[in-house]
């Protein structure tokens, strides 16, 4: 291993390897290291949505950002990452959320995003096989330029980018301790030997608490097991994702026809766990053909777990903490890391390099949780 | 058009009994079956080989395996996609449709589903010559026991086999595999164990207890049991080469199941690939249905199976040609052709050797893969061991994987044949039911017994390589622990 860089990664998930190529992009000495291999934890375990509706305006702003990346993604990294603008309709099933989603559309609107409050006889002009009536839908929101890539391929283009440009990726290698002196890491051990840094960023996923757990510093995340499935192709017939967050349910169609979806269990407890349940496919099997009829004979392929890293108020957590100076926090993303993964990894390397940094990011802070927080209400959780 | 019956009616061996004949359409076409037959089989006693398209370049994609393991002959029926055609039986008045590009969604809205829940001592998915000893086995020493098997026929594939099998007395030996198959069944049937036939386990879920969720037959299955035994055997290799998706690339496998089981005739002239007991069993097989066989091909310079079944083929004046391989096939809808072309030690072509046979039939025997999909989805701990075909879950010599409650046997636990599977399925029966405080006595004296006819079964040198596997299996198995 090489003996120092200006900026160590831990996770090689997608905003740890957006971020190593935006480094690296403006000149920097970056070295990512990985546990296991390139999206192998929840970067390659999601069902890939990109959306842009969120009731907090700090998420909208991030997502729009990173939207206007992910348009010119593929150009950019020279790979296919299958990103397709098919829209999210999200379902309103109770007067509170028809009054919520109002409310969020109107902000939205004002950040300049292109979205519409459906009533409910407009919900099968988007989506005609959606049994909106069986459902108990009452209204919904709609933006058409919300979409969906494959995050795998967007995490390995995001990787193999940077390395073209320089950046060092050693996977398979764990991080094993710190050597702090006055309040700032010198030096990082890992499995392959020691590192010097001028930057550690902490972008471990659902692990992210355990790193920061080795200097000492608290992080309020905590790991939710969160369960998908996919099923075996038929020929498309609708392009948005769709999401109830009454029912704790998403789904859309790839480009190849198979139906992918999840459901969050409200029971889950917080744990290490990436078994596959009886439960989850349960529930899934009856929501799916309760949403879809259709869908009846379709059958199921696989299902798997990942690991939502979740913050007490659904928001990640971003930029350096007080305690560890150089120590920088890119994690808690609470399930949806991946769609706001272009602009947070844009953003933090602005901070590292001592840009300004295209939104403001302060507020994301670790400190946040000292006073009370604005919580983000739009999530599957 | 000329009704095109390819069925066989006079066989030296095997005597077909066929069902009620029943009617179905194809496409718009009407179909004559027989009530017992696949679909598949009776589409290619008609002479039709298309069955789908592809997803992607439409190309032809017809029967492959015969015996619901890949997706090739995946087809419409009754408003359903992705039906696998070859273990889906026929009934009368149904409609069977070509898929094409991407399959449509279901048409019908009739989900007419029954529930049902099984709760068994032990669970053997897959009723072949392994699953079928397992069940017997430990039905005998008064375990509940619940079989399970895609297939709507059990045997495995014993009861394709017209050959005499070798080996000890107490593993059939001068037997035939198809009488071996019936005499496990009928054994199986004088005990209290519960059949679930034509039905997929697809899903596996370990907690209080394992649960099998396994679908078929229009009905759904919630299978409870303190042990699983994976007896699921394996599928066929594929080889690469210019299109070998084209119907009329078959299986060897598939083309005994169709052949055998079936009564049709899969083809006029064939060439077969891999000179294996597979592929030289399977050569003399395709001679007494009928067909004609132009060659028998093999990368490697010597005849890997058995001398004695090379040599019943090379009687019958069918060349045997070593150092030799595929090169393509040709055709537009089907395999009007094949190309063949000998090669140098190093198995590079040497160009300027090809020769080209006119065949409508390409018999692929070039090794099998052990099915450990849903050992592998419960959690056991698997690895890639060459000798054995391939990945295989790690066991030990009780055949108990890295998991407390899950057991394979057979094919699943490592290529092998069919009468170590037997010996395999009848350990792992023993073994599960003493575990769970069945005769153990018993038990232990089956184990200790059928451990000491698998060991000299495996003394023959065409078993080294396999217990180099073995060996290599038990000892990472034993590291786990």
């Given at each position: 291993?090489?003996?120092r ?13 957006a ?21 192998c ?24 950002g ?6 010119r ?5 020279g ?66 330029s ?13 990787a ?13 290698t764990?991080?094993l ?11 990082v ?8 840094a ?7 996923g ?5 790193i ?7 992080l ?16 498309p017939f609708f ?19 198979q ?26 099997a ?12 379709v ?12 913050t007490?108020?659904a ?26 993964a ?40 | 058009m000329?009704?095109?019956?390819l ?9 077909f ?10 496409n ?37 395996c015969?015996?619901?393991?890949c997706?090739?002959c ?11 055609t070859?273990?889906?039986p026929v009934?009368?008045g ?12 279901p ?26 000893e ?7 020493l ?17 009861i ?6 070798f ?14 198959a ?6 199986l049937?004088?005990t ?9 386990v ?8 394992e ?12 299978i409870r049991?303190k042990?699983v ?8 290799n ?9 119907p009329?690339v ?23 690939v ?10 003399y097989?395709l001679?007494?249905?009928g067909?004609?066989?132009r ?26 040609l070593?150092?030799h ?17 000998e ?8 160009e ?23 050992p592998?989805?419960a ?15 790690l ?13 394979v046997?057979?094919?699943?636990s490592g290529?092998?044949?069919a ?17 769970l ?15 000491r ?11 080294s ?17």
């Amino acid at each position: 291993m090489k003996e120092r860089t200006d900026v160590l990664i831990i996770g090689g998930g997608v905003n740890g390897c957006a971020l190593a190529y935006y480094l690296v992009k403006r000149g920097a000495n970056v070295t990512l290291v990985e546990r296991e291999y390139i999206a192998c934890g929840s970067s390659g375990r999601n069902a890939g949505g990109i959306r842009q509706q969120w009731s907090t305006r700090e998420n909208v702003r991030l997502a729009m950002g990173s939207v206007k990346i992910f348009e010119r993604l593929d150009e950019e990294l020279g790979c296919e990452t299958d990103y397709r603008q098919g829209g999210y309709l999200i379902l309103a099933h109770t007067e509170e959320e028809v009054k919520q989603f109002k409310r969020n559309v109107s902000m939205q609107k004002s950040e300049g995003l292109e979205v519409e409050y459906l009533e409910q006889d407009e919900i099968n002009d988007i989506v005609p096989e959606l049994n909106v009536e069986g459902i108990g839908a009452i209204g919904a929101t709609w933006c058409p330029s919300d979409g969906h890539a494959d995050p795998i391929k967007v995490t390995i283009g995001y990787a193999e980018a940077a390395a073209r440009k320089g950046a060092q990726i050693y996977k398979y290698t764990e991080v094993l301790g710190f050597r702090v002196e006055d309040n700032e890491i010198v030096e990082v051990k890992t499995s392959r030997g020691s590192i010097r840094a001028d930057y550690i960023v902490n972008a471990a996923g659902a692990y992210s608490k355990e790193i920061a757990k080795l200097l000492g510093v608290q992080l309020p995340n905590k790991p939710y097991r969160h369960e998908i499935l996919i099923t075996e192709p038929v020929k498309p017939f609708f392009t948005p994702m769709i999401i109830s967050f009454h029912d704790n349910f998403y789904f859309r169609q790839t480009p190849e026809g198979q139906i992918i979806g999840g459901w969050g269990n409200p029971r889950e407890e917080p744990g290490y766990n990436y078994e596959s349940s009886l439960t989850f496919a349960k529930n899934m099997a009856r929501l799916l053909t309760k949403y879809m009829p259709k869908l009846r004979h379709v059958n199921v392929l696989r299902q798997w777990a990942g690991l939502y890293d979740v913050t007490p108020d659904a928001r990640p957590i971003l930029g350096p903490v007080e305690t560890v100076r150089n120590f920088i926090q890119m994690n808690g993303f609470s399930g949806h890391g991946f769609m706001v993964a272009p602009m947070t990894a844009t953003l933090i390397a602005q901070l590292i390099m001592g840009e300004k940094t295209s939104l403001p990011i302060k507020d994301l802070s670790l400190e946040r949780f000292k006073g009370e927080v604005v919580k983000e209400v739009s999530v599957v959780g | 058009m000329m009704d095109v019956d390819l069925r066989i009616y006079e066989h030296p061996i095997l005597r077909f009994i066929r069902g009620r004949a029943v009617s179905f359409t194809f496409n718009n076409r009407q179909i004559r079956g027989y009530e017992g037959e696949s679909i598949a089989a009776a589409l290619l006693a008609a002479g039709i080989k298309v069955f789908r398209r592809s997803m992607k370049l439409g190309r032809a994609r017809g029967f492959y395996c015969g015996i619901g393991k890949c997706s090739s002959c995946l087809m419409r029926v009754d408003g359903i996609p992705n039906v696998r055609t070859c273990i889906e039986p026929v009934r009368g008045g149904m409609i069977v449709e070509t898929q094409t590009w991407e399959p449509d969604l279901p048409t019908t809205m009739e989900f007419d589903v029954k529930r049902e829940k099984v709760d068994v001592d032990i669970a053997v998915v897959g009723g072949g010559p392994a699953g079928l000893e397992a069940a017997i086995t430990a039905s005998k020493l008064g375990a509940t026991v619940a079989v399970i098997d895609e297939n709507y026929k059990a045997g495995g594939q014993l009861i394709k086999q017209t050959h005499k099998f070798f080996g000890s007395v107490e593993a059939y030996a001068g037997v035939r595999g198809i009488n071996i198959a019936n005499k496990l069944l009928s054994e199986l049937r004088k005990t209290k164990a519960h059949w679930i036939l034509g039905s997929s386990v697809f899903a596996h879920y370990s907690g209080s207890s394992e649960s099998l969720l396994a679908y078929g037959g229009g009905r759904y299955y919630r299978i409870r049991a303190k042990k699983v035994v994976y007896s699921t055997g394996a599928m066929e290799n594929m080889l690469l080469f210019p299109n070998n998706d084209l119907p009329g690339v078959y299986g060897a496998g598939g083309v005994q199941t169709i052949m055998n089981v079936y009564g049709v005739k899969p083809g006029n002239e064939a060439l077969i690939v891999g000179a294996g007991n597979v592929g030289l069993i399977l050569g003399y097989q395709l001679l007494q249905a009928g067909v004609r066989v132009r060659a028998v091909v093999e990368i490697m310079p010597k005849i890997g199976g058995y001398k004695v079944h090379a040599n019943k083929l090379m009687r019958q004046g069918v060349p045997i040609l070593t150092s030799h391989t595929i090169k393509e096939v040709q055709g537009k809808e089907w395999v009007e052709s094949a190309t063949i072309v000998e090669v140098d030690k190093n198995f590079n072509m040497i160009e300027g050797s090809e020769e080209r046979l006119n065949v409508d039939l390409v018999c692929i025997a070039v090794g099998l893969s052990p099915s450990i999909e849903l050992p592998a989805q419960a959690g056991a701990k698997t690895s890639y061991i060459p000798e054995l075909g391939g990945y295989v879950p790690l066991h030990n010599k009780f055949l108990k994987t890295s998991l407390e409650n899950v057991y394979v046997a057979g094919d699943a636990s490592g290529i092998e044949e069919a009468t170590t599977a037997m010996f395999e399925g009848r350990i792992a029966g023993a073994e599960t039911s003493a575990s769970l405080g069945y005769n153990v006595q018993r038990a232990e004296t089956i184990v200790e017994n059928t451990m000491r006819q698998l060991e000299m079964f495996r003394k023959s040198p065409f078993s080294s390589r396999v217990v180099k596997g073995k060996m290599k299996v038990f000892s990472m198995m034993g590291d786990l622990t």
